[in-house]
């Protein structure tokens, strides 16, 4: 797989119901940011999750990371319309200088 | 506070004719990356760049494509002779300090979208 590579490809749920997105990657990496595109548009930065976290909150959101097994998780709960987009993991990885390695992404549609 | 500002929005041109994508980054960011999405793919890292210097330039391509960030004015994006594979969505993100190890976050500008006919 990809460095960076988004589980499922595409999930539609109702809102009010949680979403789960998973992220797995290859490399050592130093933190795991995820970030949000709407249709068309530009990125929004989420959240930040550094190597020596397991878990952080921001609002109705919670990631989760697992470098034994180099995952992490997105969670967002009782999800909205205005959730659905495209939402991208992206890792700063080990020994590199700056650049950030984007996965291919989650499409995320929540419906009424 | 006005984020990153790229522009044009979008840019229409024909094979063999150059692209110019501006990025202004963040009020007091020094620090700016360009990215390129292909449709329904991720976002690919092209080139970091600082005040007048090119620190990482890995993800650009060998020939065509060239970068600038100047003491004064915006980074540029240049793209000779464009090919239809050129059509992609151009991202700019800035930092006010280095990414190291991607411990910064970078904020992202909202993107040109080239079209090459």
């Known amino acids: 797989s990809q460095q960076g590579e988004e589980d499922p490809q595409a999930l539609s749920i109702q809102e009010g119901e949680n979403a789960t997105m998973n992220c797995s990657y290859k490399?050592?990496?130093?933190?795991l940011q995820w970030y949000r595109q709407n249709s068309g548009r530009g990125l929004v930065h989420l959240i930040l999750?550094?190597?020596?976290?397991r878990e952080k909150h921001s609002g109705r959101l919670r990631v989760t990371l697992d470098t034994s097994k180099k995952s992490s998780s997105l969670l967002i709960t009782a999800s909205r319309a205005a959730d659905t987009a495209s939402y991208f993991c992206a890792t700063g990885e080990a020994g590199t200088a700056s650049k950030l390695t984007f996965g291919t992404g989650t499409r995320l549609q929540v419906t009424l | 506070n006005a984020g990153v500002m790229q522009n044009p929005r979008h840019l229409v041109r024909r094979r063999g004719q150059e692209a110019r994508l501006r990025c202004s980054p963040m009020?007091?960011?020094?620090?700016v990356y360009w990215y390129r999405q292909l449709p329904e793919e991720g976002l690919k890292f092209m080139v970091y760049l600082q005040k007048e210097n090119i620190i990482d330039e890995s993800g650009m391509p060998k020939e065509r494509f060239s970068a600038e960030f100047p003491k004064e004015g915006p980074s540029i994006l240049r793209i000779q002779q464009v090919v239809r594979g050129d059509s992609a969505a151009y991202f700019c993100a800035s930092s006010p300090r280095q990414a190291t190890r991607g411990q910064e976050t970078q904020y992202f500008g909202p993107g040109t979208r080239l079209l090459v006919l």
């Open positions: 999750i550094r190597s020596n976290e």
């Open positions: 490399t050592s990496i130093n933190n």
């Open positions: 009020k007091g960011h020094s620090h």
